[in-house]
């Protein structure tokens, strides 16, 4: 069975960085696409980021381009999302996300949640304005 471990939340004030990571086990984390996703109350959960099996592609929602970086390290089975610039806006729950079908080794999965099999219990990530 698959688990997924999000880490890294905190209360940080506006313009401050965060580093989030998510710990996988159970399967071979290299056959894993991951994402990150995030939802605040009353709204639906929204895509963040994505990056494919070998991780040199990446996808990111327009409100945090430029802002947050998705990456990987297989030897550690660990996918990170570095939050720069962050904004009042950014308050949400953050969850990880993987897709261990073995597909998406070239391209990030799309920005669903349907594209996505296993999912973490979140990290709450509170910015002060």
């Known amino acids: 069975q698959v688990q997924l471990v999000e880490s890294g939340g905190g209360l940080v004030q506006a313009g401050d960085s965060l580093r989030l990571s998510c710990a996988a086990s159970?399967?071979?984390?290299?056959?894993?696409?991951m994402g990150w996703f995030r939802q605040t109350p009353g709204k639906e959960r929204e895509f963040v980021a994505s990056?494919?099996?070998?991780?040199?592609?990446?996808n990111y929602a327009d409100s945090v381009k430029g802002r947050f970086t998705i990456s990987r390290d297989n030897a550690k089975n660990t996918v990170y999302l570095q939050m720069n610039s962050l904004r009042s806006e950014d308050t949400a729950v953050y969850y990880c996300s993987g897709d261990f079908s073995g597909r998406y080794y070239y391209s990030p999965p799309p920005p669903l949640e349907r594209a996505y099999e296993y999912w973490g219990q979140g990290t709450q990530v509170t910015v002060s304005s």
């Open positions: 990056i494919s099996r070998r991780g040199g592609d990446t």
């Open positions: 159970g399967r071979t984390f290299s056959s894993a696409a």
